[in-house]
């Protein structure tokens, strides 16, 4: 079982930054792929960012490639995303997922596991 909590979210004008958090309980978090979703009010839940349990590969959506960083400290059980030039229509609550085969980034969400509570991102224009 791993317990996963989001930090980070918050209110930032038109192109701004934010850094979200994702702290996992759980000796296994090395070994889990993670990814980042986020769910706009009315909107489907859709694939931010994800990557592998080494690190070394990520994948994102077209939308926030070049913007969005996703990185992970296994040592810290922790994922981070790092998200530069923040558009009003990013407004959403951000989700991470724990997906516990490792292998590969999954776009979909139903292939993760477990889930944090969210944390509300605000982009006001």
């Known amino acids: 079982q791993v317990q996963l909590v989001e930090s980070g979210g918050g209110l930032v004008q038109a192109g701004g930054s934010l850094r979200l958090s994702c702290a996992a309980s759980g000796r296994t978090f090395s070994s889990y792929a993670m990814g980042w979703f986020r769910q706009a009010p009315g909107k489907e839940r859709e694939f931010v960012a994800g990557?592998?349990?080494?690190?070394?590969?990520?994948y994102y959506a077209d939308s926030v490639k070049g913007r969005f960083t996703i990185s992970r400290d296994n040592a810290k059980n922790t994922v981070y995303l790092q998200m530069n030039s923040l558009k009003p229509e990013e407004k959403a609550v951000y989700y991470c997922a724990a997906d516990p085969t490792g292998r590969g980034v999954k776009i979909r969400g139903a292939r993760y596991d477990y889930w944090g509570q969210g944390t509300q991102v605000t982009v006001s224009s």
């Open positions: 990557i592998t349990w080494t690190g070394f590969n990520t």
